[in-house]
């Protein structure tokens, strides 16, 4: 399997990496992805549509650490934050 | 889950917590309803601020995204700026142009480190998530015992 440089290089002077590299790290990406992880490794999934799926994938993670951010500041003024917390890091540290 | 993973969120875990007792300290805590929701919102905000900071220290300087993310978390308590989306030309701006507005830093990679620092960020959020989840689930198991 012949690895294809392409012929332009970055104005940094940094050489691109190749092909198959890209391919590689996109396949690293789908696995990552809940969406397309329980598909088989023979299933052809396209590298536009793991783009895509990671595009989307990391939106609904920001949005999660949005809601997930309201949730903590409503908790944070019912609570007193020290006592709970030694517990907290006892129970999420074993 | 691997051995590097849990250390990681081991790292986040610590310093999170640590950010979330500071945000919560502050003596002056309002009594009045109207300005409570207006506490909670700024809050809310520095609760988030604090995650994704959090995430970026215990991920390691040595990734691009981290650095970029601080570095913006910087410029941005400095001069108290509204996060504008400046769009940067050339360097493969067509392919995975959304991407590059997803992962901090990425309008200035070329596409091999884009996708290698993409696939780290995504297995950092996913566990910044994870703890997040966590901890609100076990503050609300305590404020309803």
Redesign the interface.
Known sequence: MSSRRTSRQQSSGVPRISDDQIIQLVSKLRQLLPELRHSRRSDKVSASKVLQETCNYIRSLHREVEDLSDRLSELLSTIDADSPEAAIIRSLLI | MSATTEQL??NF??RF?TS??R???PDS?TTTTHA?GL???R???R??RA??SSMARAAGSHRAWTRALLSRARSQRRRQQHDVHRRRQG?EMGR?G??RG??PGGSRM???QL??E??H???C??V??R??????D???S??SM
Request: glycine share 2%.
């Open positions: 969120e081991r875990t610590h917590l979330l007792r945000i919560n300290s805590k409570a506490v909670i919102r809050r809310s905000l609760i988030k995650a994704y360097r995975a959304k991407l997803l992962v070329e596409m091999g996708l290698e993409t696939a960020y995504v297995q959020l996913a910044q998530v703890v997040m989840q966590a901890v609100a076990h503050f609300s305590s404020s």
